[in-house]
């Protein structure tokens, strides 16, 4: 079988972090996540003076994840008040963080106002609240605009966001998104500064990239011809890595096909505002493994199954989204049956991988599921009252714990048994 590894995290070090921390376990290589920032700041500064990478969040929120690559330099996409606060717990400078959300409430714009973060407003109903809230506060709130541009990126439908039908953004199709920046243009309040795009998630094809790309300047030029200009064009995050561990679109190609679209969209615009973009799933994803341990082997007649000490609780993506990982056995070689890799929480669908072949798996051993640095932990859910898994961030020699794992006290915690049933 084909088998690239996603990270340099070997197999001795993985035993030896999951006899120490115990499983569930998500170990996460720090050196990865480094290059891969690397490699994607660098395919567009060389090529273009005012880049920024705002990494989303939600991929993975763990503190020390985000703290590491504020450090990298870093900027943040936010998609809720808790993760605004969060990237300003990770020490992310508020002008640094873009708060993008289809659905803020007024004390969540009001927070942003507060921060001074820029805030992406997703229709005109909340640019009137965001108007009135900075009014209040005699602040002036710096926003762009989320534009849906009617791309459909192919991707799982449940996370293709750009199509036409999507919840998200002000259409640029039929005016919308035109008349709304007018609005803003007039507001006092209001300091208009960007536009940004997010088109979907897990998108090999750059020409998906490409069209949003060319939609967004065909709409900054409109932009212009209404005297607005942009601080910013942001791009939104998307770019796929492959499951399968085979080659995937790679963020020097994605900068190459984009090159002629922006050089051109910044001659027909006449001026050059900064470029942003906001992967997530690529920086983190195949930087994490989940280390799971085997409880029993069951063989029936249709099937062997491996039940596990984690199920779709710790990592939801298989469950939600028929999402592949590549799996293996910590320490063993080779392949000589064919298992299911089953969840311990109750129901049918828990099931992490599907007929992979294996070496004969024993109970104790360690499996490693790959490539789940990006929306696994930040997954997580305590349901079946399951505990929340421990995180080990490793940096070439040095691993560190940096989140203990869950406790039974958790589940209860801000519970209240009514005195009269206690
Ligand atoms: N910006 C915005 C506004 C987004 O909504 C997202 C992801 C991103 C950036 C980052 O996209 P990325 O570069 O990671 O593809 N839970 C799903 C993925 C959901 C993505 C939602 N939005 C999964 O496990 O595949």
Not at 60 to 82: H, I
Request: net charge positive; glycine share 10%; hydrophobic share 40%.
């Amino acid at each position: 079988m084909y088998y690239m590894a996603s990270t340099e995290l070997g197999d001795r070090l993985l035993s030896s972090l999951a006899g120490e921390y115990g499983t569930p376990l998500y170990v996460y290589d720090g050196k990865m996540i480094a290059e891969r920032y690397d490699a994607f700041y660098s395919a567009f500064s060389g090529r273009f003076a005012n880049v920024r990478i705002c990494y989303a969040l939600k991929a993975n929120t763990s503190l020390a994840v985000c703290s590491l690559l504020r450090d990298l330099g870093a900027g943040a996409d936010v998609v809720s008040a808790g993760e605004l606060k969060t990237a300003l717990a990770a020490g992310f400078s508020p002008e640094d963080i873009i708060y993008t959300s289809n659905s803020k409430s007024d004390s969540d714009l009001a927070l942003a106002v507060d921060a001074g973060v820029i805030i992406n407003v997703d229709s005109a109903g909340e640019l009137e609240s965001l108007g009135k809230i900075a009014a209040g506060r005699k602040k002036t709130a710096r926003i762009s605009f989320r534009v849906n541009p009617g791309v459909n990126p192919k991707t799982h439908p449940k996370i293709a966001t750009g199509l036409a039908e999507s919840k998200f953004g002000l259409h640029i199709e039929g005016g919308l998104a035109l008349a709304a920046y007018r609005k803003a243009a007039r507001m006092k309040h209001i300091a208009v500064i960007g536009v940004q795009a997010h088109i979907g998630s897990q998108i090999q094809d750059a020409g998906n990239f490409v069209d949003s790309a060319r939609r967004l300047f065909d709409f900054a030029l409109e932009l212009k011809k209404i005297g607005i200009a942009l601080d910013f064009i942001d791009f939104g995050g998307g770019l796929g890595i492959s499951y399968q561990g085979a080659k995937s679109l790679q963020p020097e190609e994605l900068a190459k096909a984009l090159e002629p679209v922006i050089r051109d969209g910044f001659k027909r615009l006449g001026y050059r505002p900064a470029l942003v973009f906001e992967p997530g799933r690529y920086i983190v994803a195949e930087s994490g493994i989940l280390l799971t341990r085997v409880n029993s082997v069951k063989k029936t007649p249709y099937k062997n199954f491996i039940n596990v000490d984690s199920g779709f609780n710790t990592l939801m993506r298989p469950a939600m989204y028929d999402a592949y990982h590549r799996v293996r056995i910590v320490g063993r070689k080779g392949s000589s049956e064919t298992y299911d890799i089953a969840g311990n929480v109750c129901e049918t669908g828990d099931i992490l991988a599907r007929d992979r072949m294996l070496p004969k798996a024993r109970k104790g051993d360690i499996i490693a599921i790959l490539d789940t640095g990006a929306y696994g932990m930040s997954m997580t859910s305590s349901y079946n009252s399951q505990t929340l898994p421990a995180e080990v961030l490793v940096r070439g020699k040095r691993a560190d714990l940096i989140r203990q794992r869950g406790e039974q006290d958790d589940l209860y915690w801000r519970q209240k048994i009514p005195e009269d049933l206690s």
